[in-house]
């Protein structure tokens, strides 16, 4: 095995709560973790990867039943036209979620610009 974390040293290099790290572990979305002599978790690049993808999907509004589903799809001999849509389903949604998001910045920069512009009217200074 190449250069391993300890848990702390992950959570920390992976951007997570070390308590997000265990629950990642536990749900089966990342690992089996391999352990050292002394029984320590210790956790190596693939193990960042993972754990990287999981936390970005995570961050792409994924929930933990659909992470479980993708890791099953990545860790399975399945055709990769499986994973394929799966992704593209969710990518839809993160676009038609996108837009909304875009709609509503709209909206609030155009409220920020009128109430904006009637403080500096009503208070010419």
């Known amino acids: ?3 391993t974390l300890t848990p702390q040293a992950t959570a920390e290099r992976a951007g997570v709560s070390l308590d997000t790290l265990r629950y990642y572990e536990r749900e089966g979305l990342i690992g089996p973790i391999a352990r050292t002599v002394g029984g320590h978790r210790a956790y190596d690049d693939d193990d960042l990867f993972w754990i990287g993808l999981v936390t970005c999907l995570r961050d792409a509004g994924l929930g933990i039943s659909e992470l ?10 399945g055709r990769a036209s499986d ?14 979620r996108k837009a909304r998001i875009d709609l509503a910045l709209g909206v609030l920069d155009d ?3 009128h109430y904006s512009e009637q403080s500096t009217g009503a208070n010419p200074g």
Request: glycine residues 4%.
């Open 68 to 77: 479980r589903e993708f890791t099953a799809l990545l860790r399975s001999e």
């Open 1 to 3: 095995m190449s250069d």
């Open 83 to 96: 994973r394929v849509a799966f992704l593209q389903g969710h990518r839809r949604e993160l676009e038609e």
């Open 111 to 113: 409220k920020i610009a």
